[in-house]
């Protein structure tokens, strides 16, 4: 493996670690759980650094990166779902808004071709939300700590940022496909193509 596969072989790693956490939350073993999420979550930041200090990017961690996020903050939260830390309606709300991104990202590029998207601050701070809630609940069951009222705080918290984002990305694809209908070119008419020239003679 050569230095330019490295981000990608730490984003592998990560997403190596979802059935890791999985199981964890599942035996309830919460501190190894919360463990595995920080570890996660330090590879997160790294692969990034590298990435962008070394100019490592490709196509592929463009699309691994962010897909290993979403795997890793869904199956957390649809497992927290499972054993009654997370309201339902929270995961189903977090989980829709995943699928719709990613509907919408295949719709556009299949209709439009290739486009990059950004995270905007809206969405950044809807992950910061979702880690933070689950950070909380592996800490409060881990270390037998009593938070009251954060991690319901937060449990609303992170459903209007999620609901915020989600809106965001729909208006940004909306925009997206006006900017893309703007630069195709019109074909002329075939009617006018064949309309006869004028006789000056």
């Known amino acids: 493996m050569n230095l330019s596969q490295l981000p990608n072989a730490i984003t592998l790693s990560r997403i190596a670690l979802v059935p890791v956490l999985i199981l964890a939350i599942k035996s309830r073993h919460f501190g190894t759980a919360l463990v ?7 590879s997160d930041a790294l692969d990034g650094f590298l990435a962008k200090r070394f100019n490592l990017t490709s196509r592929l961690g463009a699309i691994l990166d962010p897909a290993a996020d979403k795997i890793l903050l869904v199956s957390a939260y649809v497992m927290l779902t499972v054993l009654e830390y997370i309201p339902f309606w929270l995961m189903l709300g977090v989980a829709f808004r995943d699928l719709l991104i990613v509907g919408g990202y295949l719709v556009y590029t299949s209709l439009y071709g290739p486009v990059t998207m950004r995270p905007s601050y809206l969405s ?33 918290a992170v459903l209007a940022t999620t609901v915020a984002s989600g809106v965001h990305y729909l208006w940004t694809w909306g925009v997206m496909k006006d900017i893309a209908a703007a630069k195709t070119p019109s074909v002329p008419s075939r009617a006018a193509d064949e309309r006869p020239e004028r006789d000056t003679r």
């Open 36 to 42: 595995i999420f920080l570890i996660a979550g330090v």
């Open 124 to 156: 950044k701070l809807n992950t910061l939300m979702q880690i933070s809630l689950i950070c909380i609940i592996l800490a409060q069951q881990a270390m037998h700590l009593a938070l009251a009222g954060i991690d319901h705080f937060l449990d609303y």
